[in-house]
């Protein structure tokens, strides 16, 4: 079966071009001019064609800790493909007493026949000594090549651990990824606050500062630096992170990087505004309204290489469950679903990104650092037949009640969109239609590669 897309602007990170795309079974056939010889013709005239988008950074399903998310594979995926992304990396965390290959096996159960995209994992690393180590190489031959850590809090290993696991994994070919907060020092506010009887959600920017991730970012590219190995940060929220990153890259480090939709597009305002701030606590925090335009700058100059979802929903009744505590307010917005339409409204259409750009956030450099590339992330023969059709013409307003996520609410509420995903194909099967799913759960499991920027 082939089918023919004809008449669209095709969009890969170098560029943009008037070309037909021939799609047999699952795989991208031929990118041209004028091409034919297909069974079925589909009219994508004034739309511009985007490779599938690529979340480098969901969280579908029971949570590493904390209260489980609203999402789960079928929920979250089905979600996310709507929004036209074809491809989430989730994560594998071991439970206490379980190996990595037992952490990997209860996730793929868990997606498995459930799961509207295809997906891999990241596994996290909650500590380093020899026991780990050891289960590395059957981890690796089952298709996972990057890992997690996280400086955030729980069990965050020491720098000499994380050096000792930093040039392991160099030496691996595998990716190391961290989430950058000064977990010790976040805890110590945060009960400073809690004593002092400030225990709304206000207190939760308060107790997650700027300096408290740029530290934690500072600190662990020294590490980085010692090990000689290249280290992915996501999300970077701040021009004092993006101010180390800079530094380290002068040094001659490889550090690549991430934000999440949120960063871009909400401010901190939302804290102070009484009821309902519980609903916009993720961590790292939302942050001024001024630290917004050095990161559209950093993606537009690819100082920031790609653009996650980091979805982690929750119901309303979760976020507000304990508006005395704001250590006990669940952490994660939703996002998967809107990530692409809000990225081309508040990038493109506002003219802080070319449509180039776009596909090079969303689609392939998710898909080279998470070891995918070229069969994900580009649209040439070869490749898989994902595909995005995003007409600029049909702009809508985004409204929780239209949501394929079981959260009850939805942060953008009220945005109006330029233009929208009307079109998304999953291996060269039509999977979304005019904003109605009507493919799946056909996702595959993906044993990835080495990353390759």
């Not at 691996?172 to 225990?199: D, Q, Y």
């Amino acid at each position: 079966m082939k089918t023919l897309l004809r008449g669209g602007t095709v969009v890969n990170a170098d560029g943009c071009r008037r070309l037909d795309v021939l799609l047999e079974g699952e795989k991208i056939l031929q990118v041209g001019r004028r091409l034919s010889g297909a069974d079925r013709v589909a009219d994508v005239a004034g739309c511009l064609l985007f490779p599938g988008f690529v979340d480098g950074r969901t969280h579908f399903g029971p949570a590493d800790r904390g209260p489980a998310p609203a999402d789960d594979f079928a929920s979250g995926t089905r979600s996310a493909l709507r929004g036209g992304t074809t491809t989430v990396v989730d994560f594998a965390c071991p439970d206490h007493g379980e190996t990595l290959a037992e952490a990997l096996a209860r996730r793929q159960r868990e997606a498995e026949g459930r799961s509207y995209c295809d997906y891999g994992f990241h596994m996290a690393l909650p500590r380093w000594d020899e026991t780990v180590r050891a289960q590395l190489p059957e981890i690796f031959a089952a298709g996972v090549s990057s890992f997690r850590f996280s400086l955030d809090g729980g069990e965050v290993l020491d720098d000499g651990a994380l050096y000792l696991a930093l040039k392991c994994l160099k030496r691996l070919g595998g990716a190391s990824a961290f989430h950058c907060e000064n977990g010790a020092l976040i805890a110590a506010m945060a009960r400073e606050r809690l004593a002092a009887g400030k225990t709304g959600a206000a207190s939760f920017p308060m107790a997650h500062p700027e300096y408290a991730e740029a530290e934690a970012v500072g600190r662990l590219l020294r590490i980085a630096q010692a090990a000689d190995a290249a280290v992915i940060l996501s999300p970077i929220t701040c021009r004092e992170s993006l101010g180390e990153v800079e530094r380290a890259r002068k040094r001659g480090q490889s550090v690549y990087a991430a934000t999440c939709p949120q960063y871009l597009l909400l401010d901190d305002s939302v804290y102070y505004e009484g009821e309902g701030a519980g609903r916009y606590v993720c961590a790292p925090p939302l942050r001024d309204r001024s630290q917004q335009e050095p990161l559209w700058k950093a993606l537009r100059r690819d100082s920031i290489q790609a653009v996650a979802s980091s979805h982690r929903a929750f119901t309303l009744r979760q976020k507000e469950q304990d508006p005395e505590d704001f250590t006990a307010i669940p952490a994660g917005l939703p996002g998967a679903e809107n990530r692409g339409e809000l990225l081309y409204t508040f990038g493109v259409s506002a003219r802080r990104l070319a449509a180039e750009d776009l596909c090079r956030v969303l689609s392939e450099a998710p898909a080279r650092l998470c070891g995918l590339y070229p069969r994900k992330g580009v649209i040439q023969p070869g490749s898989d037949a994902d595909l995005v059709v995003y007409d600029p013409r049909a702009s809508h307003v985004i409204r929780s009640d239209d949501s394929l996520s079981r959260s009850d609410y939805n942060p953008y509420e009220g945005f109006v969109t330029s233009g929208g995903v009307t079109q998304v194909y999953l291996r060269g099967r039509l999977a979304v239609d005019q904003g109605a799913v009507i493919a799946g759960p056909d996702g595959l499991y993906l044993a990835r590669g080495k990353s390759s920027l």
